[in-house]
Every structure is written in structure tokens, then in C-alpha cells.
């Protein structure tokens, strides 16, 4: 079986999180509230804790951010990154504030000086540092150098920020090189893992929403993950962050790199299908949406594939014309109508997951 092979990189820690050194890739979002609403703050990481999340970024533009952000952490369930630019002042502050992780883009804070009082702030709250380099935030003079924000731009800036914070006596650094183009975030991510063993946090910046955001995500994120590239992943989405936790999931679970969560398989629907494949394949991803247990659940709609693949799954509906087949692996637990497939299958799934070390319920 091919599995993936992961560059070997140093270990530093995000909160109670280890990230690189071998430990299992984490992932992480971003919470897209005002951060100065602390209510709807917390509100919205508990939801992003429940999807899955395990780090989590949080904006801080200015100082009423700051006070907010300091109460945020003292409920939140997940550890904190405080996301800052522009104001050294912000993340020395959110340092004393509680934060596990600065987030800063050295192209923008202000030159050396600055970056140096940002790297004493997190040597003296023993925190980390993740430097955030953006193909639209490089400094102009390697704009004029590289003639525009290519990767080797990317890899030079982020190489030289990182001699200088080392310079300092700080090693506890991840560094990310994002782009909206894929091609380009993924040769700078190459280009860098051959210089450095740094860990990477890994990422297709604006990649976009729904289905094309998802697809850039998967594409650029999935090949630097199969190629032993980066320790801990964001995809970045437009909309509701608790989307991106499902997309990089899956990415995860693709890869065999971890599992969390129901993976349904359904058919693409063909002149053969006989019950309405969609609908129920969308019903059962709702149902199931919450489940933390690793389950693959089949929906398949006629009986050319359907019931070998029902088999294979933990549990699975092959329909037929009307009625289907309900399947809990690999066995014919019944035979229904159509209109009772749903219910038959999740009351199967929600025994299993009553049973003794069942993770989970509906």
C-alpha cells in the first residue's frame, strides 16, 4: 500500500498542539467575527472546536482587539494564534495576553527593530511564532530583484527572516509561503523544504468559496502533503470557517495521513440509477454531519456497483428500483422501501455507535 513519506522537520508547539517532528499534520482555521465581539468569538471557535479543529487564528487589528483577545483565551477551548500586521505593538501585547502563537508577516511590521521587540515578546511568554510570508505583501526590493512575487521571491524573503530571528536566539518558528496561484505556492514550498527544516504550515491563501475554493485547497495542499510537505494545514474559504475544517478533513483522510469523521461514497447517478441517489446521499451527510468516529457510509443507487461497494463500506444502502438494501459491513442487515432506506440505515449507525467504545451518537 503506498503511504506517505514526511520530511523530517524540528518540533515546536502551538499551545498543548505539537506541530512537525513527526507529529500527526494538524489543522487549523480562522475565525472570520469581529474579534472585539468576544461573545461571538467564542461562539464561533466552539463551533469550529466541534468540526474538528484543533489551532485556531484570531485577528487582532488594534488595541480594544487586544483586551477582547485576552478574554477570549481565557474560555476558549482550542489554542490561540493572534494573526497581526502592521503594529509590533499588537503582538507584543497579545503575548502578554495569552496568546500560544504570533502570527506576523515581517514584510510589514516594520523592519528588524520591530521584529526583534515581537520575537523578545514570545522568548519571554515562551510562545512560538509562525511567519506568514504573502506572495501580495513582499518587500518591494525583492519585487525589483525576482521582477514580481515569484516563488523564489517567496523562499528568499521568508530564508532571510528567518537567519535574522535565529540570529536572535529564537528557533521556535513555522513559516508558510502562500499564494492565490496554486502552481507557485507549491514550487515555493518545495523550494523552501529543500533549504530548511523548518515546519511548514501549508495553505492556498484566497483560494476562494464553495465548490472552486474547496478544489484549489485540495489540489495544492493535497500535492505538498503527499510530497512529505507540511505540518500543519489551513484551507482558507470564503464563507463560514466551519466549512474548511470538512474540506481539510478530507484532504487528510484522502491521503491516509488521519481520519476523523463520516466519509460517504455515493455514486455519480447514471441511466441505471432507480432511487433518488442524491437526495439520500445528501440527507445522510447532513445526519452524520457531527460524527466524530471514523465511518465510511455507501450510497449507491443501482446494482452494477452498489452492493460490492455497500460491502466494502462500514455501512451502506445499495438501492434498486423502489426499495434498497441496507448493509452494515459487509452483511444485509434488511430490505425496505425506498422511502425507509434513511431511517433504516441511521438506526444501524446510531447502535453502533451506542455500543461500547462507539464515539459518538445521532
Known amino acids: ?12 508547539r502551538v499551545g498543548s498542539v505539537l506541530v512537525g517532528g513527526g507529529a500527526p499534520v494538524s489543522v487549523q482555521s480562522m475565525t472570520n467575527t469581529d474579534t472585539r465581539d468576544t461573545e461571538a468569538t467564542l461562539d464561533q471557535i466552539r463551533r469550529l472546536c466541534a468540526a474538528g479543529c484543533e489551532i485556531v487564528r484570531v485577528a487582532v487589528p488594534d488595541e480594544d482587539a487586544v483586551q477582547s483577545f485576552a478574554r477570549i483565551k481565557a474560555e476558549s477551548p482550542l489554542p490561540l494564534i493572534a494573526d497581526i500586521h502592521f503594529d509590533w505593538r499588537l503582538a507584543v501585547a497579545a503575548a502578554k495576553n495569552g496568546a500560544d502563537c504570533l502570527r506576523i508577516n515581517p514584510g510589514n511590521i516594520g523592519g528588524e ?30 519585487l525589483k530583484t525576482y521582477g514580481g512575487p515569484t516563488a523564489e521571491a ?21 513559516v508558510s509561503l502562500k499564494a492565490s496561484d496554486v502552481l507557485r505556492t507549491i514550487e515555493a514550498y518545495r523550494l523552501f523544504s529543500e533549504k530548511s527544516d523548518t515546519p511548514l504550515h501549508v495553505g492556498i491563501t484566497e483560494a476562494g468559496g464553495g465548490l472552486s475554493g474547496a478544489a ?17 494545514i489551513r484551507v482558507s474559504l470564503t464563507g463560514d470557517p466551519v466549512n474548511e475544517l470538512r474540506v481539510a478533513w478530507q484532504i487528510l483522510r484522502s491521503l491516509r495521513l488521519r481520519q476523523r469523521g463520516v466519509e460517504v ?43 460490492g461497494e455497500a460491502r466494502e463500506a462500514d455501512f451502506g444502502i445499495a438501492g434498486g428500483r423502489g426499495q434498497g438494501i441496507v448493509f452494515a459491513r ?5 430490505k425496505v422501501p425506498e422511502d425507509q432506506l434513511l431511517d433504516a440505515l441511521l438506526s444501524h449507525i446510531r447502535k453502533h455507535l451506542a455500543e461500547p467504545g462507539g464515539k459518538g451518537s445521532l
Open 113 to 142: 527593530k520591530k521584529v526583534a521587540e515581537v520575537v523578545k515578546a514570545a522568548a519571554d511568554a515562551g510562545i512560538s511564532l509562525r511567519v506568514g510570508v504573502n506572495a501580495g505583501s513582499l518587500e518591494k526590493g525583492l
Open 330 to 334: 459487509g452483511k444485509v442487515m434488511e
Open 1 to 12: 500500500m503506498l503511504n506517505v513519506e514526511r520530511r523530517k522537520t524540528r518540533q515546536i
Open 216 to 232: 484549489k485547497s485540495a489540489v495544492g495542499i493535497g500535492v505538498l502533503l503527499f510530497s512529505g510537505i507540511g505540518d500543519t
Open 265 to 307: 461514497i455515493s455514486c455519480p447517478t447514471c441511466g441505471r440509477t432507480e432511487i433518488g441517489v442524491e437526495k439520500l446521499a445528501e440527507s445522510v451527510e447532513q445526519a452524520l454531519s457531527h460524527v466524530v468516529e471514523p465511518l465510511t457510509v455507501a450510497v449507491m443507487g443501482c446494482v452494477v456497483n452498489g452492493p
Open 154 to 174: 517567496m523562499v528568499t524573503s521568508a530564508l532571510s527572516h528567518l537567519e535574522f530571528i535565529r540570529s536572535l536566539g529564537f528557533s521556535d518558528v513555522k
